[in-house]
């Protein structure tokens, strides 16, 4: 996400040909991409997707893998049929673009994906995960939806939420060492506000030398240097969500 005119702050992400290995299925109001594992499980994870919409390939990669972990995963679309940011949008509009869409405002579509995801697949155990947009919305939702059980915010804007630190429940944040639209301060003060407020686990984790984007867009072939800090991210994403899942 960036605030004026100039070329989109990291790549849209390396699988464009990626076609998933779920469905797409209508839940209440909106639509949403599911994939299931081969074995029965209660839990699952709503996977919520970044400034680039719910059918990003690379968001979809990320479901997909949370499903090799044991996870049912389901990407709806929180934008609710708008459309989603394009990278050749002009990057001058996109301050009025983003106030059409509150990432604190989500909480009629996630009461139906969580009625779904309890009466159609059998979960009871759920947790979130989000990026950068919904990085925010998985901070929103730690503070004040008692259906979850955990989350994991990567990159979330911080300032959306920058005075709101009573966590609901345990909560893993990713930021990356040279994320030039999340300044390091801003992760300083989260996790000093964290340590003052918070009465849950909680752990804020920054990657050196990684940008904004970097667990589920950043190009693995381009510099091998980074291949170690994507992987590592998705590591500790899953393991944050199989300790409170």
């Known amino acids: 996400m960036a605030n004026e005119s100039r070329p989109c702050p990291c790549d849209i992400g390396d ?3 990626y076609g998933g290995r779920g469905q797409e299925v209508q ?3 909106i639509k949403a991409y ?5 074995a029965s499980t209660d839990k699952a994870v709503i996977v919520i997707h970044d400034i680039y919409g ?3 390939p690379n968001t979809r990669y990320i479901a997909d893998m949370l499903t090799t972990n044991g996870y049912i995963a389901i990407c709806p679309d929180f934008f609710v049929g708008q459309e989603a940011w394009k990278p050749s949008n002009d990057w001058a509009s996109f301050n009025d673009w983003v106030k059409t869409r509150d990432a604190g405002k989500i909480d009629k579509e996630v009461d139906v994906v969580l009625k779904y995801l309890k009466d159609q697949c059998g ?8 990026f950068c947009w919904g990085g925010a919305a998985v901070q929103h939702l730690m503070l004040k939806n008692p259906h979850l059980k955990t989350g994991v915010s990567l990159y979330g804007v ?12 345990p909560t893993f944040f990713i930021f990356g060492e040279k994320d030039n639209i999340i300044p390091l301060e801003q992760v300083t003060l989260l996790e000093q506000k ?5 009465k849950v686990d909680y752990e804020v ?3 050196p030398g990684q940008t904004h984007g970097f667990v589920h867009r950043k190009r693995e072939d381009i510099n091998p240097q980074d291949k170690p800090f994507i992987e590592e991210g998705r590591k500790d994403m899953i393991n944050w969500l199989n300790k409170y899942l």
Not at 123 to 130: H, L, P, T
Not at 160 to 166: N, T
Request: one cysteine or more; a positive charge; aromatic letters at 10%.
């Open 123 to 130: 979960a009871e155990k759920i947790g979130v995960i989000g």
């Open 158 to 169: 911080i300032s959306r939420f920058e005075d709101k630190h009573s966590l609901l429940h």
């Open 15 to 17: 699988r464009f040909d």
């Open 27 to 29: 839940v209440g109001h």
């Open 205 to 207: 984790k920054i990657y």
């Open 54 to 56: 719910w059918q990003l």
């Open 34 to 38: 599911v994939c299931k594992p081969p």
């Open 194 to 198: 964290l340590k003052q407020n918070c």
